[in-house]
């Protein structure tokens, strides 16, 4: 048993997500064979070994230059923000407003973001399919392209004859927004696995999930302001010239991530102590044999010096495909991704990521609706600078991959050096007190209007974003870290459900506000969501079983598709 996590039944069975990851003296000279043949990381790092391990193609990911790694990922970061944070929130703060001046109902204001993430949901599948087939570069530039002409669409639904006719554009608009919004929600996470090592995921996939779950606060205090200064239609013609330059930068700097990778995988077992890459489809490094003479005789020998592709230029790079990465068809890669329903660990990362988040995003719909009246009579800015405490908050979140990686590091030099992929789940306890701080205290305050400035309340929203990064990073970077072959279909069931449940609370939730009470539906979010966090017990404890269960379960399925 390490450190609580149950060893599987079968003696010497280690599932990815074991890995060798910290060397120290002890675990040096314990396992010397396996460790003299791995990589290792540079620097101050010199005693982390790489997980996983980089092949010897140059045009692997793992091997970019780092000023290439970075501006990938400062791509990606960026675009996750103006196609995929920016367009939901935008008018949240003006929904009262807005539906005044389309002369339209706030449910029907609300519905407007509810059918955009409806639409982000049900294309998860079809996006996560294309990029197994043909990679995940042609999934972000045809998102970039969309979100520009969704947003463009909605720029012109402000200009039409009649009211009822601008809002039928605007709708058009957002929806093709949440057709530009799908890539960027559905692989981001899983690609920070293709092109940074293990020890290098937390800060990068924390920065994800701000913009993913929680940078909606900055967008909300900005489009608040601005609706107020400038008009709705500003906030539209504002966003589209950044969204151009988002969408030239994936065309120059965000190469193909995805990569035909045989891998050696630090997880314990012996290895040969000369590093042999065999040959696959797509560009890997062979060897070859040669003769060598001597007095003797002759004998054939394998030469340890590998055939190399030669390295991709940056016009090379610029390709809107690198081929086809799978012979299957697209109909059977739709139907692998509700396969993984099976694996408890998608259930778990479905309650303590997923539907947090709607939680967080639902109640963003009624703000608007509870703090615009008396005896807040906020108006559209103030409303927009609500979002202040959530906005502290999702910068406090970052913190949680600095923190996820140090508890991992900790906790693998008291396994002997070995990380387990449970070892990122302990951080949710800290993710718990902030969500019981943060629910019952708003439901309380707001139940209370009279004792409780709408300072607590910010306050207390920023305290669940808080929780919701630690809690959607930690679970995301366990899902990298033990299901890493099968992470994009994982994080697409993920992204399918939080985009229902946002399209749901849409049209629910404001009428549930109206009639029990907002401190009703914080108390609500609140119990259901500690109930949620029990299921991280088990997890911890019979993770390993499980991925053990998990990986052999999917080889037999893949062994059982190719004979």
Same mark, same amino acid.
Request: glycine fraction near 8%; charge should be neutral; hydrophobic fraction near 45%.
């Given at each position: 048993?390490?450190?609580?996590?149950?060893?599987?039944?079968?003696?010497?069975?280690?599932?990815?997500?074991?890995?060798?990851?910290?060397?120290?003296?002890?675990?040096?000279?314990?396992?010397?064979?396996?460790?003299?043949?791995?990589?290792?990381?540079?620097?101050?790092?010199?005693?982390?070994?790489?997980?996983?391990?980089?092949?010897?193609?140059?045009?692997?990911?793992?091997?970019?230059?780092?000023?290439?790694?970075?501006?990938?990922?400062?791509?990606?970061?960026?675009?996750?923000? !103006?196609?995929?944070?920016?367009?939901?929130?935008?008018?949240?703060?003006?929904?009262?407003?807005?539906?005044?001046?389309?002369?339209?109902?706030?449910?029907?204001?609300?519905?407007?973001?509810?059918?955009?993430?409806? !639409?982000?949901?049900?294309?998860?599948?079809?996006?996560?399919?294309?990029?197994?087939?043909?990679?995940?570069?042609?999934?972000?530039?045809?998102?970039?392209?969309?979100?520009?002409?969704?947003?463009?669409?909605?720029?012109?639904?402000?200009?039409?004859?009649?009211?009822?006719?601008?809002?039928?554009?605007?709708?058009?608009?957002?929806?093709?927004?949440?057709?530009?919004?799908?890539?960027?929600?559905?692989?981001?996470?899983?690609?920070?696995?293709?092109?940074?090592?293990?020890?290098?995921?937390?800060?990068?996939?924390?920065?994800?999930?701000?913009?993913?779950?929680?940078?909606?606060?900055?967008?909300?205090?900005?489009?608040?302001?601005?609706?107020?200064?400038?008009?709705?239609?500003?906030?539209?013609?504002?966003?589209?010239?950044?969204?151009? #330059?988002?969408?030239?930068?994936?065309?120059?700097?965000?190469?193909?991530?995805?990569?035909?990778?045989?891998?050696?995988?630090?997880?314990?077992?012996?290895?040969?102590?000369?590093?042999?890459?065999?040959?696959?489809?797509?560009?890997?490094?062979?060897?070859?044999?040669?003769?060598?003479?001597?007095?003797?005789?002759?004998?054939?020998?394998?030469?340890?010096?590998?055939?190399?592709?030669?390295?991709?230029?940056?016009?090379?790079?610029?390709?809107?495909?690198?081929?086809?990465?799978?012979?299957?068809?697209?109909?059977?890669?739709?139907?692998?991704? #509700?396969?993984?329903?099976?694996?408890?660990?998608?259930?778990?990362?479905?309650?303590?990521?997923?539907?947090?988040?709607?939680?967080?995003?639902?109640?963003? *719909?009624?703000?608007?609706?509870?703090?615009?009246?008396?005896? *807040?009579?906020?108006?559209?800015?103030?409303?927009?600078?609500?979002?202040?405490?959530?906005?502290?908050?999702?910068?406090?979140?970052?913190?949680?991959?600095?923190?996820?990686?140090?508890?991992?590091?900790?906790?693998?030099?008291?396994?002997?050096?070995?990380?387990?992929?449970?070892?990122?789940?302990?951080?949710?306890?800290?993710?718990?007190?902030?969500?019981?701080?943060?629910? #019952?205290?708003?439901?309380?305050?707001?139940?209370?209007?009279?004792?409780?400035?709408?300072?607590?309340?910010?306050?207390?929203?920023?305290?669940?974003?808080?929780?919701?990064?630690?809690?959607?990073?930690?679970?995301?970077?366990?899902?990298?870290?033990?299901?890493?072959?099968?992470?994009?279909?994982?994080?697409?069931?993920?992204?399918?459900?939080?985009?229902?449940?946002?399209?749901?609370?849409?049209?629910?939730?404001?009428?549930?506000?109206?009639?029990?009470?907002?401190?009703?539906?914080?108390?609500?979010?609140?119990?259901?969501?500690?109930?949620?966090?029990?299921?991280?017990?088990?997890?911890?404890?019979?993770?390993?079983?499980?991925?053990?269960?998990?990986?052999?379960?999917?080889?037999?399925?893949?062994?059982?598709?190719?004979?």
């Amino acid at each position: 048993m390490a450190l609580g996590i149950l060893e599987p039944k079968k003696a010497g069975e280690q599932p990815p997500g074991t890995e060798f990851l910290v060397d120290d003296t002890q675990t040096a000279a314990e396992h010397q064979l396996e460790h003299e043949n791995f990589k290792h990381a540079k620097g101050k790092k010199t005693n982390i070994i790489l997980v996983p391990q980089p092949s010897l193609d140059p045009n692997d990911p793992l091997l970019w230059p780092t000023w290439k790694r970075e501006t990938a990922f400062a791509i990606l970061f960026f675009n996750c923000i !103006i196609f995929a944070a920016c367009p939901g929130p935008m008018i949240a703060p003006a929904t009262v407003a807005l539906a005044l001046q389309l002369s339209v109902p706030v449910k029907h204001v609300a519905e407007l973001s509810g059918y955009q993430l409806l !639409i982000v949901g049900a294309l998860g599948p079809l996006v996560s399919v294309c990029a197994q087939k043909y990679g995940k570069r042609p999934q972000f530039l045809f998102a970039s392209v969309f979100g520009v002409i969704g947003t463009g669409i909605c720029v012109a639904g402000f200009d039409q004859s009649t009211l009822g006719r601008s809002y039928d554009v605007l709708l058009a608009g957002r929806i093709v927004q949440g057709i530009g919004t799908t890539a960027y929600e559905s692989l981001s996470v899983a690609a920070i696995g293709d092109f940074f090592y293990l020890h290098e995921r937390g800060v990068r996939t924390a920065l994800l999930v701000l913009t993913l779950a929680c940078l909606s606060s900055f967008v909300s205090i900005i489009g608040g302001t601005m609706f107020e200064h400038l008009g709705a239609r500003n906030l539209f013609v504002v966003l589209l010239p950044i969204q151009i #330059f988002g969408l030239l930068g994936t065309v120059f700097f965000l190469p193909e991530t995805q990569f035909r990778r045989d891998t050696t995988t630090p997880t314990g077992a012996p290895s040969a102590s000369t590093e042999s890459v065999k040959e696959k489809d797509g560009g890997q490094a062979v060897t070859h044999e040669t003769t060598i003479t001597s007095g003797s005789g002759s004998s054939n020998i394998a030469s340890s010096t590998p055939i190399l592709p030669p390295k991709r230029t940056f016009v090379q790079d610029l390709s809107l495909t690198s081929g086809s990465y799978t012979s299957t068809s697209m109909l059977k890669l739709l139907g692998e991704i #509700f396969i993984h329903f099976l694996n408890p660990a998608v259930w778990w990362i479905q309650l303590v990521s997923a539907i947090l988040v709607s939680f967080f995003v639902g109640t963003a *719909y009624t703000l608007a609706q509870i703090f615009t009246p008396p005896p *807040y009579t906020l108006s559209v800015s103030q409303n927009g600078f609500f979002f202040t405490g959530a906005l502290i908050g999702g910068i406090l979140g970052v913190s949680a991959g600095p923190l996820c990686d140090f508890t991992a590091s900790r906790l693998a030099k008291r396994n002997g050096g070995i990380y387990e992929a449970e070892f990122r789940i302990p951080v949710c306890v800290f993710a718990v007190l902030l969500f019981a701080v943060g629910w #019952f205290t708003f439901g309380w305050a707001l139940d209370n209007p009279k004792y409780a400035h709408v300072y607590l309340c910010s306050a207390c929203y920023g305290a669940v974003c808080f929780g919701t990064s630690v809690a959607s990073t930690s679970a995301g970077l366990y899902i990298l870290d033990a299901f890493r072959t099968q992470s994009t279909q994982i994080f697409i069931l993920q992204m399918m459900l939080k985009n229902f449940l946002f399209y749901a609370f849409s049209t629910f939730v404001n009428e549930l506000v109206a009639t029990r009470g907002p401190g009703y539906m914080c108390r609500l979010f609140g119990t259901i969501t500690l109930c949620g966090f029990v299921t991280c017990v088990p997890m911890y404890i019979f993770g390993k079983r499980n991925r053990v269960w998990v990986h052999a379960m999917w080889a037999k399925y893949l062994n059982e598709k190719t004979s």
